[in-house]
């Protein structure tokens, strides 16, 4: 055989940017966008009603313009909406702005922009060194109702010809809503939608049918240079399905697997790269949702996931919101509770990923409230008059500290639980070089914490990355520190922060090498009776202690 002209060989090395890998996304920090409510292309503020389910004129253009807002809170990384062409006017549930309803995939939604103006977005991104993953549909399609045709086992005909390209009714499983979603026949080949809105289900066990798809999704990721791809409804699909899918699309997958238990989730991480980790978005939900959440609920749920999953739970996608849930702001009005919650992706194995509109405290519930346009609230990035921005930002940087930090392997160590066993309203989570202690008490408490083994080091001087307190583990690593109004507090060497000449609490990290820090300690009164014990907590106005 001629060996290929070298000019050849370097051109298909060049072409386009690396596949990316789970291993280069595990170092990302994601930020999740629905594109038709965040950024307008000529950056007007058009009025946008959730409740209308309409198009509000977000587009791909827009968010270029916009990108500085995303990395200066320091994510590297963006998940947009669903960019094929999508069932066109109005159907019962209103327009398919949110691009879940796809009716043509072999062109892009008009909505949003060109393909030229999605090439120009994947370029913006590169160059600025970060990730585009895209959101893929490919359970079912959409078409509106025939109107002439009788239903089959109560789901209306469609008007299949407006699909492109499964144009015919043998192109989809035989009309059945899922009753029984302990029956993964029925989940897998009967229909999600209902009788207003029918989903067609693909046939994904007929092999034409599969042939294009792995074709379309090659096709896709080529042509427009996508870093990694976020699976819809990828449950609703045959397991078997997915390794060639996989394959064919040459880059990171991660899949919605909509289920709270890790013997569901777990083989799903045997088929694709990844899964967004939903078991652990319900305990984390309903563990910071009170003072009477279930934390150790937390502990046990990831302990699971990090022993079922493949290669542990490095690679899934941990959250706190998404377009489909209500958003955790709705669900309390304690903002105390909604800082150590958004703490904990960041303290997780996984990839954290953060939905558009957290750092502007967004408070909409369930779709289709959650998916403000983010115009409205003008982008406002001053991080003093953001508070919840301004925490992400600091989670961001700590974690890219970690990450690099020399002496550790903040990637490759699962994070440990060094809360004691039992219902504590107190769990402390360890991923060295970071360590966070979260409290589901609430604004009007206040929390002494006492840990016979920080895992910082011994005698070190350690920072709250999110307040800039400084403390100091003693001589065995034990730490003892006080926080209050029940805000979450991570700890990080100052040593690494230094390390990493990280812009993260500079002054006081400069002031400490320079020896003018000042130990703010634990109280002194305390230091002796918190070795014995794991944790101590004090509720203002009502003193307890928890041995
Ligand atoms: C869209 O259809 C729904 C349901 O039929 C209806 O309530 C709504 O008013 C329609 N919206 C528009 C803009 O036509
Ligand atoms: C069926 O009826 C709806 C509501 O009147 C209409 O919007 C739609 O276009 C009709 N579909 C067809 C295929 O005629
Ligand atoms: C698979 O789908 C193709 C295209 O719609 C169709 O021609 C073929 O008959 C189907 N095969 C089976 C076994 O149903
Ligand atoms: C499971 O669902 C399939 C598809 O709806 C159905 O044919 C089958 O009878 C169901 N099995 C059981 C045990 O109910
Ligand atoms: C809290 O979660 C733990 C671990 O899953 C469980 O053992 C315990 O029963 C739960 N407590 C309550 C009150 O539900
Ligand atoms: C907690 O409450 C105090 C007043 O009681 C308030 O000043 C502070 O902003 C609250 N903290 C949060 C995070 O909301
Ligand atoms: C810290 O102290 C503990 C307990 O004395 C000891 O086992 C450990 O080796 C020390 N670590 C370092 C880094 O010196
Ligand atoms: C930090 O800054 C120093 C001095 O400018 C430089 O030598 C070192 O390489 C930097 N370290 C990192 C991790 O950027």
Not at 64 to 78: P, Q, R, S, T, W
Not at 86 to 111: F, Q, R
Not at 188 to 215: F, K, R, S
Not at 232 to 240: C, F, L, M, S, V
């Amino acid at each position: 055989m001629k060996a290929p002209h070298l000019s050849l060989v370097l051109s298909a090395l060049t072409a386009g940017a690396f596949a990316a890998s789970a291993a280069d996304w595990q170092k990302r920090s994601i930020y999740q966008v629905v594109v038709d409510r965040f950024a307008t292309s000529d950056g007007s503020s058009p009025p946008c009603f959730t409740g209308d389910r309409r198009y509000c004129g977000g587009t791909w253009d827009g968010l270029i313009n916009k990108l500085d807002y995303i990395e200066n809170m320091g994510f590297d990384a963006v998940w947009i909406s669903p960019i094929v062409a999508n069932v066109a006017g109005n159907t019962s549930y209103g327009e398919a702005y949110h691009g879940y309803w796809p009716s043509d995939i072999n062109n892009l939604n008009p909505h949003f922009g060109t393909p030229d103006d999605l090439k120009n977005l994947v370029t913006a991104l590169h160059g600025r060194g970060m990730y585009l993953m895209v959101d893929v549909v490919v359970n079912h399609m959409v078409a509106l109702p025939d109107n002439t045709s009788a239903s089959t086992a109560g789901v209306p005909a469609l008007d299949y010809s407006t699909i492109t390209p499964f144009g015919t009714s043998t192109d989809y499983h035989a009309p059945c809503f899922i009753q029984d979603y302990n029956n993964q026949t029925d989940v897998e080949q009967c229909w999600l939608g209902d009788v207003n809105l029918p989903l067609a289900d693909l046939n994904t066990e007929n092999q034409t049918t599969v042939d294009i798809m792995y074709q379309w999704i090659g096709d896709l990721v080529k042509t427009y240079d996508i870093d990694g791809l976020r699976i819809d409804t990828a449950k609703h699909i045959r397991k078997d399905f997915w390794p060639g899918f996989a394959s064919a699309a040459g880059v990171f997958t991660i899949a919605e697997i909509l289920e709270g238990s890790t013997d569901y989730t777990a083989p799903y991480t045997q088929v694709l790269d990844s899964i967004l980790d939903y078991p652990t978005y319900f305990a984390l939900t309903d563990g910071f949702k009170s003072a009477s959440g279930n934390l150790s609920n937390i502990a046990n749920i990831i302990t699971q996931a990090q022993k079922s999953y493949k290669g542990g739970a490095f690679s899934t996608g941990a959250f706190l919101d998404n377009h489909d849930q209500p958003r955790f702001a709705s669900t309390t009005s304690d903002q105390s509770l909604v800082r150590n919650a958004m703490v904990l992706p960041y303290i997780h194995d996984g990839i954290p990923i953060v939905y558009y509109g957290q750092e502007q405290g967004f408070q909409g519930a369930s779709d289709p409230d959650n998916r403000e346009a983010l115009w409205l609230s003008d982008y406002v990035d001053d991080p003093a008059q953001r508070p919840l921005l301004d925490q992400l930002g600091r989670l961001n940087a700590a974690r890219k500290a970690a990450i690099s930090a020399p002496g550790y392997s903040f990637l490759e160590s699962p994070m440990k639980f060094v809360s004691p066993p039992g219902e504590a309203p107190t769990i402390a989570i360890s991923k060295p070089p970071l360590l966070a202690l979260l409290t589901n008490l609430g604004n009007q408490s206040t929390v002494v914490y006492g840990l016979p083994d920080a895992g910082l080091g011994n005698n070190t001087a350690v920072i709250d990355i999110l307040n800039c307190a400084q403390w100091r583990t003693g001589e065995t690593g034990e730490i003892h520190v006080k926080r209050e109004h029940g805000m979450p507090q991570v700890l990080m060497p100052a040593s690494v922060l230094s390390a990493m000449n990280s812009t993260l609490c500079r002054d006081v990290v400069t002031k400490l090498a320079a020896g003018q820090g000042t130990d703010s300690g634990a109280p002194r009164e305390n230091r002796q009776s918190l070795v014995a014990i794991m944790f101590a907590f004090v509720v203002t106005g009502l003193s307890m202690m928890l041995v």
